[in-house]
């Protein structure tokens, strides 16, 4: 029996469908009874530091068999474990409350949106060392006025994946007019490895002479293929490119080789006509033939005419 | 090659007379459509460059295909000693090569010359063989003003130079009428979609693209005859 079934009234129930609408998460299947469902489904590692990356939940509550009513005075706790169903005591457990006291009667308790910090997630399960792969288990319990009684549960998981794709190889710098194109390889990873989705490709200014030193402002591209131009550098400057990949929780691989290559100045067709002293300035012709063949395009293609 | 055996044999038997009558009851005549392709390659470097200098077409585009000239026109009748058509017709070609750097040694970076040709044709076909005689042959004549519009992509594929260039062309070619071929889906054309001829063209034509003689433009003119085949649909 779902929770949202026993709230009075219509109109808390109309709000609650609205809210679901325009919460980041409409369009989503709701959660089957008992289930709570989050966004994104998993973590990475950056988002065990992150203090920006939030977490968004929406939960649909089994009630607990006797329970017709919802005092007026319960509430609901939302709790985060790497234990199963988020136990409240024991010496084994790591159960973290991240989200106390959430008052039942209002429309962000029933389904709508909550969102708190992945990274108070990540603490509450007691993973904060984020070093491995592993599963945090997300409880929504209602309970009676003087807490002692649950009157409601829900439950889900988020993964958190830890695993980072290994080093890009293969990475080659081909010049370009004042810019770089970047292409690589995929790594060979291992059954502990990420898969690659995205990478990040940055250069740096970079002497000859002075490869692990490099100065400069550094010039970045984002890609989700394996190859990418770099515009915007300095022709004649010598860079250093290295590319990393990026699984899909964010999970960044350590730094491909470097490769180093310098921009040029390239001579496209218009550039070498010019050099060579042609006349042509480019834009319309004023010839009023052409302008009158546009005209009559545009006239000809309206007109139908049919023989006799 | 039995398809080119039954073609030849098609063509032979109405040369000689000996085609099937045609259908009395042809739906009236409106217009044409014809998707044209060919050979072409734009006379820029005739330009005047200095006696020794590499020229600019030949420098960055030498030895890469070019694309057909495509060309897809629609063009309204009169019956003039055979039918008198004046058509428009618009067209794609492109070209692309590398750059090169200061010294000319080629780079990974491409360049590329993109033109839309558009016209306005005179046309006339001598149909009177068909039409008289179920000969299935078609002679036509063709001259035309053109609008070249043209540009040209750089490194990194943006464009570097827009422009249009005029000038005019003309030509002629032989069309065989395909109805001879297979009458009954001929006539099956017309009645469901009112074609009452198909035909496959061999065109030939010459093309003068410089903005009528004027100096400080890109010579577009083919620098050669511009042959091209196409299938037309008279409906």
Known sequence: MAFALHIPGGMLRRAIFVAVLLSPMAGR???????????PTSFGSADCTSTSATVTFEWTLTLTSGTTVIPADSFIQIRASNKIDCPDTGTDTQTALFAPNVTPGTSTTYGATTTVLRKTLITGAGLDACNTNSTIYVCVKLYNSGGGTVLGSASGTVALTTAAPVAPIGVVASPGEAALNVSWSDGTGTSTSGAATDYLVEAWPCPLGSDDTCVGSKATGTTSSKSLRLPGLTIGTRYKVVVYAFSAEGNKSPASAPA??????????WEKYKEMKGLEEGGCAGG???VLSLLAVAGLVRTRRRRP | MSHLLSLGAAVLAGVLGLGPARAAAESPISGSFEFRVGTYRPDIDSSAFDAGATLPYQATFAGRPNSFKLHVARALPWRLGGTFELGVGAGWWETNGFAVTAAGAATSERTGFKIVP???TATWRFDVLWEE???PLVPYARASLERYNWWITGPGGKTVKTGATNGYAYGGGLALVLNVVDPMLARELDSDMGVNQTMVTLDVSQSRVDDFGAKKTFDLSDSQLTVSVGLLFVF
Do not use: K, M
């Open chain 1, 288 to 290: 009023p033939a052409g």
């Open chain 1, 260 to 269: 180093f290559e310098t921009p040029i100045d390239a001579i496209d067709f």
């Open chain 2, 133 to 135: 005689l179920s000969i």
């Open chain 2, 118 to 120: 558009t016209q306005l």
């Open chain 1, 29 to 39: 299947a709701a959660p089957a009874a008992g289930s709570v469902i989050t966004a």
